[in-house]
């Protein structure tokens, strides 16, 4: 009996010791997690938002600079620039219309836009879709064919959309689409100075000594500007919803690479997370929200897009992560994309 309740006594013990480890080992997990630093990832939390408005200036108000016009940026850049950029979709948001181009086609063989198809001088868009435009009465403006061409699939066989009562529109694609497919618009009577994206769009105000000075060129690489610079310049066109504070137009108001596009341009940034909008336009709000509400630094558009080539060979190269699912079913190869309709009010296709 007494070697039995000693073993009795000796366990209890040992039982009362491991309960009190355990306690004490809680206790202090606890206060470590409590004056733990934050995770790495805790700036791009909902709980933790910025005023993505706070920092920077903008051109609001202001005439927008005169810029170095892209003829003489490629006479240096002929060779590192030049044979990609012909090609490139951003040089191709408005293009001259080429009569055998698939584009045109479906508007040359339809008898009601036949005739109007001669008056065409240069088409906007590219694979999914395409808008027929020539030049307006005013200096920097364009009339805009109110039959547009969709194809069902990137690179497929254009159909026409809106076929019937064909007629030029003189105001709806300066009011609608030029703060995106041409260069700097002037807000007042918006007017353009360049057909399509010229250097000016993505570059800024570029002083002549950055010949000298690469860092003088807004997005050099040597250059290395903020997040929240890239950010806003993508974002200010990418962005297809929203509004001008300044103007009330669909597209920012006299905005200059360096800007901050947040200061004027107002969308809703609860979109990032609506089902019903395309998985393009939520990968990018969703992107463009990480870094100006949540602070991310790590990563912007230019992480994965090459903007002179086109290509967005290196976002294939990411491992495997949750943000893959917006356009990727999880269940499939990520070579494989969601099925979806392209639809946005604003560029109305």
Known sequence: ???TWLRRFVFACQLALLVATVVVFCTRSSVKLAHADPPANEAASPSKELDPAAWGSDHVGQELPEYIEGGECLFCHRDDVGHSWAKNAHNRTIRDAEPGSPEMAPLVANEATRALAEEVKLVMGDRRAARYLKPGEAYGHADLLSVGAHAGRA??????????NPHWDSEQFNVRCAGCHTTAVDPADQSFATVSLDCFACHGDAP??????????????KRKDSP?????????????FG???????????????????????????????????????????????????????????????DVHTG???????????ESCA?????AEPLTRHKQYEVHSERCEY
């Open 243 to 305: 509004k001008s504070r300044a103007s009330g137009l669909p597209f920012p108001t006299n905005f200059v690479a360096g800007d901050n596009l947040f200061r004027d341009f107002e969308f809703d940034w609860r979109l990032a997370d609506d089902e019903q909008i395309n998985p393009s336009d939520r990968h990018v709000l969703a992107n463009v929200r990480d870094v100006a509400l949540y602070g991310r630094e790590d990563m912007t558009c230019l992480s994965c897009h």
């Open 208 to 221: 002549v000594e950055h010949a000298n000075d690469a860092t003088l060129m807004p997005l050099a690489k």
């Open 326 to 330: 917006v356009c990727h079913d999880p």
């Open 228 to 240: 929240q610079v890239v950010t806003s310049l993508c974002g200010s066109c990418h962005i297809r």
């Open 311 to 321: 290509s967005s060979k290196r976002h294939r190269e990411l491992p495997r992560q």
């Open 155 to 164: 690179g497929g066989r254009f159909r026409l959309a809106h076929g019937e």
């Open 1 to 3: 009996m007494p070697a």
